[in-house]
């Protein structure tokens, strides 16, 4: 049995880290064990612009312990308002990698995303010119459409629609969750890739009324069948370099999760290594996470790889039921539970 697992150091390309007190609570964790993250740009309010997205990356580093590596990358919040001007800053940016669309009111903060396809086409269209990468929180926004099937309606819909009327434009599928979204993904051209994160290779949609009400295994998208569950493990462990490493982790304080009405997201980023390796090792895949941890990423975006490693050691350990989050606390994925590999 293997007992080490040593990677090149890898990138998180979808991560939130919110802002404040906060920020400064969950930045730790991330910069221990990746060398760069692609943050997200759904704070209050939005990042919508290379100068604020600036702004924020040196809150960001300002926040980084002393002897941290680690360099945030950043996203712009695409608005109907967005102004093709904009690409052209973003083409120019060192930092900033892509624009973030949100299908307005998909998921936390994203009220002012995207209200129709055809408000953004001159954006999309110069993104295609200039190379400039779109991510996409792939679901459905109509509250007739049941929760469970947002994320595949919104393939045969709106992404079928973005990639025929934008050949060339290089898109990235956040976080998917269902076989429809692995095989649009897999049968696309190279220029069309998905992130995956651990709770949707670990879990299923059971999970969550596993004994009762599980808030901290709530997140948007929501889990799926076990069917869908298999097919991601099966994507994200078939060596394909449209696949890659993307925690969407997710911090919210412990009372705004256990709540009447509880926000979606899981915070992962305190054992995120240790939760992919449990994932890839349960299909006897632990030789296929380098690539898709620390290099398919790096090589779609156009980076290069980063330099060091980390290694895994296989120990049984169990993280705390709660961290510090400013002047809150959070509750992670793994509450009460204990994990079969640690970060040396």
Known sequence: MQETLTLGRPDDFHLHLRDGAALASVI????RQFGRALVMPNLKPPVTTVMAANSYRDRILKAVPKDGDFSPQMTLYLTDNTPVDEVGRVADSEFVQAFKYYPAGATTNSDSGVSALKNVYRVLEAMQQMGVILCIHGEMTDPATDVFDREALFVDGPLQQITRDFPD???????ITT???ADFVTDAGINVAATITPQH?????????????RPHFYCLPILKREAHRQSLLKAATSGSAKFFLG???APHAKNSKEAC?????CFTSHAALELYAEAFDSVGALAKLNDFASRFGAKFYGLPRNAGEVTLKRQTWTPPDEYAFGDETIVP?????SLGWKLV
């Open 28 to 31: 730790p964790f991330t910069a």
């Open 169 to 175: 434009l290089k898109v990235v599928v956040e976080h």
């Open 179 to 181: 076989t429809e979204a």
């Open 201 to 213: 290779l670990l879990y299923n949609r059971s999970s969550i009324f596993s004994g009762g009400i």
């Open 247 to 249: 925690t969407d982790s």
């Open 261 to 265: 009405c509880g926000a979606a997201g």
């Open 333 to 337: 994925l793994t509450v009460g539970r």
